[in-house]
């Protein structure tokens, strides 16, 4: 006597038990990856105000140790950051060599200004201006982001 074969597949709620359970873990998966993507453009706006900041004090050591020219009444920064890439004339060097203090400028990562170029996506502080209300002038002593998001911590990414 030979038993009638068992059918073979999945039932109904076989499959909806698993549907549900992938459901549910691309719904916390989905948040994991956007804090993930944040975390991401953060370290890469440290890195690029860190680059920028000592390009900008390498300028000015160099105006200090009288390697670059400045006028009496001049702060010693840079007056753009286009400056710190295309670099000043080393007054110690015989053959007028130039000074380069960045390579290229980074872009700031938190801009959602795709029609700004890379060193104006950054806001620049004059030496002169208050650090409360930073302001424009006739130099560049500190860059800071124009975002007005905030960090995972909940500091204001204007304040970095």
Do not use: H, N
Request: hydrophobic share 40%; aromatic share 8%.
């Amino acid at each position: 006597m030979t038993l009638p074969m068992a059918p073979r597949g999945f039932t109904l709620i076989e499959l909806l038990v698993t549907l549900a359970i992938l459901a549910t873990l691309a719904m916390v998966a989905l948040p994991l990856t956007q804090v993930a993507a944040q975390r991401s453009r953060e370290d890469e706006l440290r890195r690029a105000l860190w680059q920028i900041r000592d390009a900008i004090d390498a300028y000015k050591a160099a105006t200090d140790e009288g390697r670059v020219d400045k006028a009496v009444d001049d702060s010693g920064y840079p007056p753009t950051l286009d400056v710190l890439v295309e670099g000043a004339v080393d007054k110690g060097s015989a053959g007028g060599a130039r000074i380069y203090f960045l390579r290229r400028i980074p872009r700031d990562p938190t801009c959602d200004c795709p029609s700004r170029g890379d060193a104006q996506t950054w806001g620049l502080r004059s030496y002169a201006s208050p650090p409360d209300s930073p302001g424009e002038g006739l130099d560049v002593y500190d860059v800071y982001s124009r975002s007005e998001g905030a960090a995972l911590d909940g500091t204001a990414y204007r304040t970095w």
